[in-house]
């Protein structure tokens, strides 16, 4: 059993651990990630083992804040800006990375840039002040999968495959960070996120240009392919049939469904997307045969939340040669 409470002793052990070169799963605002030492090769491989990630899907840094990020990164004028503004957050910034940094090469899959982010959640940021090295982590699932909310989530994910699993209750966004990359002339959003696309762009006082999901493969949170249940998914459900579970939101909801769970009753999309990845693990138990979704307006968090659901929509990716999932 390695779910522990992320007790001063606990988040000490993980420290520990990551600066032996062990993998270590810990709570951050957004999602649980899976961490490694990020100067360390061989910790950095473990994840990607334990996640059955393919190789070049690179994996975002955790820092405590710029100091740190400009030593492995050129923190140009806007990541400040953007940094300033929102770190300690929910936003990644793909920046380009400083060579002889001391980053190991794997966790950019060979690439000459490197997304940081600095967490908010108080053990993530425990962690890294006692651990003293930048930690590597994806979402703590297997490839392809839903990212997890909570310490059980990870446990189901990946057994004791972490030396240890740090508890620190639910994540309270509940949705991965957004992604945006500043190593072009133009600030591109790679990953829609908990952090919603209005506040940066109403910080940088212009649109972002988005990574197209069909184009060349800027960041492969872009694929189509992703965060899959094993059941089907039905969008934009206005009924639902006796063999469907229900993934509501809002106040009005249609009655006969095998199992339903309401993201937000009142209509909130904070709250949905906190609940997002719990209820779909949930009605993926279910036994029904699909999953029908209510619509979710498109603004705010709920352009993040329609992606994802779209995403989960196209089923789980079958395993290739290529890129699949992060
Ligand atoms: O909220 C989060 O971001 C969580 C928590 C644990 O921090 N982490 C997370 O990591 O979602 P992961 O590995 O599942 O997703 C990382 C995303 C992927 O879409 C990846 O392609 C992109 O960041 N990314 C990482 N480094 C990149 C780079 N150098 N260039 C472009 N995209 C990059
Ligand atoms: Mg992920």
């Known amino acids: 059993m390695s779910v522990v409470q992320a007790t001063p002793e606990a988040i000490s052990r993980a420290a520990r651990a990551l600066a032996r070169g062990d993998i270590v ?6 999602v649980y990630g899976l961490g490694a030492n990020a100067v360390e090769g061989r910790a950095v491989a473990r994840v990607f083992a334990a996640k059955e990630r393919p ?22 004028d806007t990541a400040r800006k953007l940094a300033e503004a929102f770190w300690p957050g929910p936003l990644s910034l793909v920046l380009k990375k400083r060579p002889g940094c001391g980053i190991a090469d794997l966790v950019s899959a060979g690439l000459d840039t490197i997304a940081l982010r600095a967490p908010a959640h108080a053990v993530a940021r425990a962690m890294l002040v006692e651990a003293q090295v930048p930690i590597a982590a994806p979402s703590a699932n297997r490839s392809g999968r839903v990212s997890p909310t909570t310490a059980a989530h990870v446990e189901a994910e990946l057994g004791d495959i972490p030396a ?3 508890d620190g209750g639910p994540s309270p966004l509940g949705l991965e960070s957004t992604v945006v990359s500043l190593v072009g002339p133009e600030p591109i959003l790679l990953r829609l996120g908990a952090l919603p696309r209005e506040a940066i762009e109403t910080l940088l006082g212009k649109k972002l240009a988005q990574a197209k999901r069909d184009g060349p493969i800027a960041s492969p949170g872009q694929l189509a392919s992703h965060y899959a249940p094993d059941t089907k998914l039905r969008l934009e459900a206005t009924g639902v049939s006796p063999d469907e579970a229900l993934l509501a939101f809002g ?3 249609p009655k006969g469904a095998i199992a339903t769970i309401n993201l937000s009753a009142s209509g909130d999309l904070p709250e949905a997307a906190a609940r997002l990845f719990c209820a779909l693990r949930e009605l993926d138990q279910s036994g029904a045969k699909t999953i029908a979704v209510m619509p979710i307006p498109n603004r705010g968090l709920g352009e993040a939340i329609n992606d994802r659901l779209q995403r989960a929509a196209c089923g789980v990716p079958a395993i290739s040669a290529s890129a699949q999932s992060e």
Do not use: K
């Open 251 to 253: 106040p009005r909801v």
């Open 164 to 166: 240890l699993i740090l």
């Open 25 to 30: 799963a810990f709570p951050t605002e957004t």
């Open 55 to 76: 190789r070049f899907n690179p994996l975002i840094v955790h820092v405590l804040g710029i100091d740190e990020a400009n030593t492995y990164a050129v923190v140009n």
